[in-house]
């Protein structure tokens, strides 16, 4: 589909790409800096001492790949660090090192979002690519029900950029309040250096929302001007 050709897509489209962009980076540049500020832990001392603090006794901690890998995984209860975050004392890697066990913290305790969004992923996953078949064999077939049932797929995305938000929101905020209980940041200044990391991250979610939305809004007008079309 040459939607970058489309002048509607492109009214639709070219705000949420812009601010994507701004948001990635905005957090390359956050990550980068407090990356550099010295910490008195590395964020696997952090995990470690955080996971006990908050009695999370049956998280085992895993090393992944990467820059910006670091994720919990709740089918496994694996927390998985990446290695500039493991074994670096830095500002970042203990914002990054507490957002993620914010997450391990929400599985614990049933966090509705954090459920609301492992159950959606199959759907998104297969969403993914029956959207776009769907939708261009209606397109193709001048049929707006196929259309339509196309939108309906790329629909799942926009609702797991919306559940994904909050879940995020929150384990930032548990984060900060783990961090500040913990005494793992010592300083103004460092406190100040995770809630800037932990906020350009959050905006990546905005972001990914905002184009989740306006991909679904040009597709859905593309099917309203073929359903009035056919009527």
Not at 80 to 100: N, Y
Request: overall charge neutral; cysteine-free.
């Amino acid at each position: 589909m040459l939607f970058w050709w489309d002048p509607l897509y492109l009214v639709l489209a070219l705000p949420a790409l812009v601010l994507g962009l701004y948001a990635q980076a905005k957090v390359q540049a956050a990550y980068q800096r407090w990356l550099r500020a010295p910490a008195r832990w590395t964020g696997m001392e952090a995990a470690q001492r955080l996971l006990q603090a908050a009695g999370l006794y049956g998280v085992r901690l895993e090393g992944t790949p990467g820059p910006l890998t670091d994720h919990y995984d709740p089918a496994t209860k694996a927390l998985r660090l990446s290695p500039s975050v493991t074994g670096v004392a830095s500002v970042a890697s203990l914002a990054v090192t507490a957002h993620e066990i914010g997450h391990a913290l929400q599985d614990a305790e049933g966090y509705w979002g954090l459920r609301a969004r492992a159950a959606l992923v199959p759907a998104v996953n297969l969403g993914s690519w029956m959207g776009p078949v769907l939708f261009l064999l209606g397109f193709l077939m001048r049929s707006p029900e196929l259309v339509w049932v196309g939108v309906l797929f790329f629909a799942g995305a926009a609702v797991f950029a919306l559940v994904t938000l909050p879940v995020e929101l929150d384990a930032s905020r548990r984060a900060l309040r783990l961090l500040e209980q913990s005494g793992l940041l010592g300083t103004p200044e460092e406190r100040a250096g995770a809630r800037e990391v932990l906020g350009a991250a959050a905006l990546t979610y905005v972001a990914a929302l905002a184009q989740a939305l306006s991909t679904l809004a040009y597709y859905a007008f593309l099917a309203m001007g073929m359903q009035r079309s056919r009527d």
